[in-house]
């Protein structure tokens, strides 16, 4: 079956409001900046995002938030984004901050049909008592909303919490190659949340550098298999950032001797 589409207005066309999206990416690597782009552009709001972050003020999931689109975010990670912390901290945005490795494993047991799961993760904390801020009063000070305490279990004379399995309406992920049956390769760091997101959606679309035809990619290469795939997009090659770029001072003569 071919998978691709002709555009990524039409990968992301049926996503309604309110929806709740998983979104691959680690920092600004691995972004589906194609599909966000298409996804403001749609206009859709009030979406639930799952991420690891939310980008940063002006690209990759920061272009929906700074327009208002994202009602609640579960992340790990605030990262450089001015604005998320903005609207966090003033009542304009639920934020469910959760454990780096937590929040991987709970796409990945949604992806498996795990429905919970137990983990030592944030045992003995307020992620167990539960009362963390997850949405703050307009205009901040104020906790609207807080997080419940969590059910704990004892194993091998240790505590462990129970966390529930993501699973998300819609998974928007950046591959490096994907063949057109949705077999997909992610290039180095960006293989980090992007097929955990993949396998946690209902309808997950790819956007991928490179399309080529189905057994031009080795079986043994493959990192996400075609069945989790719904749809493919082409990416736009040249939308990308470096989140931080630092360069090594040019060696003096005498030293590069």
């Not at 690597?29 to 799952?50: E, H, K």
């Not at 272009?63 to 609207?87: C, D, H, P, Q, W």
């Not at 360069?247 to 030293?255: D, Q, S």
Request: glycine residues 12%; proline residues 7%.
């Amino acid at each position: 079956m071919d998978k691709v589409l002709d555009s990524p207005a039409r990968a992301v066309g049926d996503i309604p409001d309110g929806a709740l999206l998983a979104v691959g990416g680690f920092g600004l690597c691995g972004i589906p900046s194609t599909l966000i782009g298409a996804l403001v552009d749609a206009g859709t709001t009030g979406l639930r995002v799952v991420s690891n972050n939310c980008g940063v003020d002006d690209w990759g999931l920061g272009l929906l938030l700074r327009a208002g689109r994202i009602a609640r975010m579960t992340s790990s990670y605030v990262g450089e984004n001015k604005e998320f912390a903005r609207r966090y901290l003033n009542g304009e945005l639920e934020v469910e901050l959760t454990p780096q490795g937590t929040l991987a494993e709970r796409l990945r047991a949604g992806g498996a049909g795990i429905p919970a799961f137990y983990t030592p993760a944030g045992a003995g904390t307020q992620v167990e008592e539960g009362g963390l801020p997850w949405r703050y009063a307009p205009g901040g000070g104020a906790v609207a909303l807080a997080s419940p305490p969590k059910e704990v279990r004892e194993f091998g004379g240790r505590r462990h919490l129970l966390e529930e399995a993501i699973n998300a309406d819609f998974a928007l992920v950046r591959a490096e190659v994907a063949d057109r049956h949705g077999n997909c390769v992610f290039h180095a760091a960006a293989r980090n949340f992007n097929p955990l997101c993949a396998t946690a959606g209902r309808v997950t679309v790819v956007e991928a550098d490179r399309i080529v035809e189905p057994g031009e990619i080795p079986p043994d290469a493959v990192h996400l298999p075609g069945v989790y795939v719904d749809r493919i997009v082409a990416a736009d090659p040249a939308d990308r950032r470096v989140e931080r770029r630092t360069v090594r001072r040019p060696a003096a003569p005498e030293e590069s001797r």
